[in-house]
């Protein structure tokens, strides 16, 4: 089965409002008409019934009206009010007198029913094949003394004329408005609905290729430009994310295919030619440190994978920074002694964070590892903690080979390395600042690195201070 569009959607449940609408209007203002007329009516006929009562004069079977007959006004109320009115003896139920209208129709009621109506209420209804009227019962007496019958009634035609003409208006007024209901909700859909269409269609020109695309926003502020704005930001991080993962496997790729390239060509060179049991051990102890930088670069790699997928938990304990610091500079100074490196500690007091010990630390030998390799022999390294507010600081500096300006903003970018500075003699994969930042960032803190070329660079950790006692590292 075929789906219904939206559009005809909307202009079903539009009509079908409006015509619910519609009907509940005209049947409310045909029921208040009929209820206004009948009022009218009502109250015409109680002055009529007063009128005739008050100029009637019955006198044995002789009625006479008392009236002053030289006013119009007065004559012309009388006149409409004794056109339907009949005279009923209550004890014999005999036909007194009666209008020559009330008599043209042929009513007339038995004994039985002029009785019934005494007891009843004091309106009643009169309908015959000629007329429809409402009366008013009344008692009089005679000249005589005897209690007698008086009716007077109203015709109900024009009533019932207005009635029906108000109801073929609303019959013919129901479809017509339906008809131009359909019309209007039709073009109101498909007016509401153009920038659904307009965004749908901006959509259609989204692909892989073309992530740079995004939806137009009006300037509105309604709810569809709230949806172009949230799906547009959504595609910003898409296409951050693609822009990441290509880079990611363009210098993957690009690492991978050095240490592939060696190991191809000591194996080839090795089996070219006849070599001796030295030469083949050789070249296998430089493949088995080829493939320890490859098992270490995809270490690194799964670990990053891993925390940016949310898969690692870290630890909410109260750390020495300082202790860390200093723990971690004893681990290094080995290997800065190998190199001719001094590597010193400036550390305040006790620098508490919240965080976790392990990982804190391994930003730390990083940020050390970065700085021994990078510095020349005879250089110096330094590694400083203090508190400045509420901030706890680390601040490793060095006076190596420091970075350019241009390269500064990439940095922290995995498999970035620069050419000048981070030279292809130098061990790495590009991986280790970029674990730093995102240790530094699930622990609240930012890092941030400045550096001149040939002057050495300070890499600057900042923490929120803990509160409480520090914990030792292990």
């Known amino acids: 089965m075929k789906p219904v569009k939206l559009r005809t959607k909307l202009t079903l449940i539009y009509t079908g409002i409006f015509a619910l609408l519609l ?28 009128a005739v009562r008050n100029f009637l004069r019955l006198e044995g079977d002789r009625v006479r009206l008392v009236y002053d007959a030289t006013d119009p006004d007065v004559a012309y109320f009388v006149s409409l009010a004794t056109r339907y009115y009949q005279i009923y003896d209550i004890g014999s139920g005999k036909l007194i007198a009666r209008s020559p209208e009330m008599e043209a129709t042929g ?33 009089i007496r005679s000249a005589e003394g005897h209690l007698c019958l008086l009716q ?12 029906r003409r108000l109801l073929q208006v609303g019959l013919w007024l129901i479809p017509v408005g339906l008809t131009a209901t359909v019309g209007l909700a039709w073009w109101i859909g498909g007016r509401a609905l153009r920038p659904v269409l307009d965004l749908a269609s901006a959509a259609r020109e989204i692909s892989i290729s073309r992530l740079d695309k995004r939806l137009p926003v009006r300037g509105a502020g309604d ?4 949806l172009a704005g949230t799906f547009n930001e959504v ?5 951050q994310a693609v822009r990441q993962m290509k880079e990611f496997t363009a210098s993957i790729s690009h690492e991978l295919r050095t240490p592939l390239t060696v190991l191809r060509g000591e194996a080839e060179v090795v089996l070219s030619k006849p070599g001796t049991a030295s030469d083949y051990r050789r070249v296998l102890e430089s493949q088995l440190e080829e493939f320890e930088k490859l098992s270490q670069m995809i270490n690194r790699m799964l670990t990053l994978a891993r925390a940016e997928a949310g898969q690692i938990t870290l630890a909410r304990d109260s750390v020495c920074l300082a202790d860390l610091a200093a723990a971690a500079a004893e681990q290094m100074e080995p290997l800065a002694a190998s190199k001719g490196l001094s590597l010193t500690t400036a ?61 500064l903003p990439h940095i922290f970018e995995r498999f970035y390395r620069e050419d000048s500075s981070r030279s292809r003699a130098i061990e790495g994969a590009g991986l280790g600042l970029s674990l730093v930042e995102w240790i530094v960032r699930q622990h609240q803190g930012r890092v941030s690195v400045t550096s001149r070329p040939k002057q050495g660079s300070t890499f600057r950790v900042e923490l929120p201070l803990a509160d409480g006692p520090a914990a030792q590292p292990d």
């Open 152 to 163: 007077v009634g109203v015709s109900l035609e024009p009533k019932n004329a207005a009635l």
């Open 223 to 226: 709810e569809l430009d709230l």
């Open 23 to 50: 009907a509940g209007t005209i049947a409310s203002f045909y029921n208040l008409f009929a209820y206004q007329l009948n009022k009218d009516l009502t109250e015409e006929l109680g002055e009529r019934a007063v």
């Open 107 to 139: 009513f007339q009621y038995t004994p039985d029913e002029v009785r019934e109506l005494v007891r009843g209420p004091r309106l009643s209804g009169i309908e015959t094949e000629q007329v429809s009227l409402l009366v008013h019962n009344d008692l």
């Open 347 to 407: 550390c305040e007091g006790k620098v508490a964070v919240t965080g976790d010990p392990g990982w804190l630390e391994r930003a730390v030998l990083n940020l050390l590892d970065n700085a021994v390799k990078f510095t020349p022999p005879g250089g110096r390294i330094e590694v400083a903690v203090r508190s400045e507010n509420d901030t706890a600081v680390l601040e490793v500096r060095d006076n190596g080979m420091g970075i350019s300006a241009e390269a």
């Open 235 to 239: 595609m910003d991080r898409l296409e």
